[in-house]
């Protein structure tokens, strides 16, 4: 079974520019999360999709952050513009069950975003 | 919201048992505990999940006591290869609001 793809891994930018983020989740799965890892730092939820409807973004900058799931399968997450405390790992995962908290989160590898 | 806090780190040795406490004073009635492991450069890799009592796969036993303000992550007998960071993760992803909040992370070392 094929695991959470993301990409790109690795992305360098200045600050003040754009960048996006792609994420595939496992085929089937509903619930899909972006999370923000700073370093050091434990993984912070940004956004939660259970298919393509926002279930929680609370957390989301939304003055500069965006993300979307339009099919309900793969996920974007945009940042514009992106500043200095952007850099961190950006993780995506996504769960099977769409009805309850008490299932397993697959996470991909992340993107590594240094922002200079 | 359930806010987590676990020990920065502990030291093991191979073979020896670990112990790590989570402590979740404000988990709600719908929150399940998760941890997770993670290696540097990898996401998160689920270890074990449980509502109250006891629950035990093949890797490790999670301890919740009755009033279920603290969780224990036991791991038997580790090897070199556990060294990791350990996160307990509390909430109920169904419920918007209810976020799915990671600890700071425990920061175990395995030493031969």
């Known amino acids: 079974e094929a695991g959470v793809a993301q990409s790109p891994r690795y992305k360098i930018i200045e600050k003040r520019q754009s960048v996006a983020f792609w994420c595939n989740p496992i085929?089937?799965?509903?619930?899909l999360y972006w999370y923000q890892q700073i370093l050091g730092q434990g993984p912070k939820l940004l956004i939660q999709?259970?298919?393509?409807?926002?279930?929680?973004d609370s957390q989301l900058p939304k003055d500069r952050f965006s993300a979307e799931r339009l099919k309900g399968v793969d996920s974007t997450l945009k940042i514009q513009p992106a500043k200095l405390e952007d850099s961190a790992v950006y993780l995506c995962?996504?769960?099977?069950?769409?009805?309850?908290?008490?299932?397993?989160?697959?996470f991909g590898p992340g993107t590594r975003l240094t922002v200079l | 919201l359930a806010k987590t806090t676990q020990p920065i780190s502990m030291d093991s040795y191979e073979g020896q048992e670990v112990n790590i406490t989570c402590s979740h004073n404000?988990?709600?009635?719908?929150?399940?505990i998760t941890w997770y492991q993670q290696f540097p450069s990898q996401g998160p890799r689920f270890i074990i999940q449980?509502?109250?009592t006891k629950v035990t796969n093949e890797v490790a036993s999670l301890f919740i006591p009755a009033d279920r303000k603290s969780s224990t992550l036991s791991l038997p007998r580790v090897s070199l290869s556990d060294t990791a960071v350990y996160y307990c993760?509390?909430?109920?992803?169904?419920?918007?609001?209810?976020?799915?909040?990671f600890g700071g992370g425990t920061r175990l070392m395995v030493k031969p």
């Open positions: 999709f259970q298919n393509n409807g926002v279930v929680d």
């Open positions: 085929s089937g799965h509903a619930t």
């Open positions: 995962a996504s769960s099977l069950s769409p009805t309850s908290g008490r299932d397993e989160q697959f």
């Open positions: 449980g509502y109250k």
């Open positions: 404000n988990i709600a009635t719908n929150d399940y």
């Open positions: 993760l509390v909430g109920d992803s169904f419920n918007a609001g209810n976020m799915l909040t």
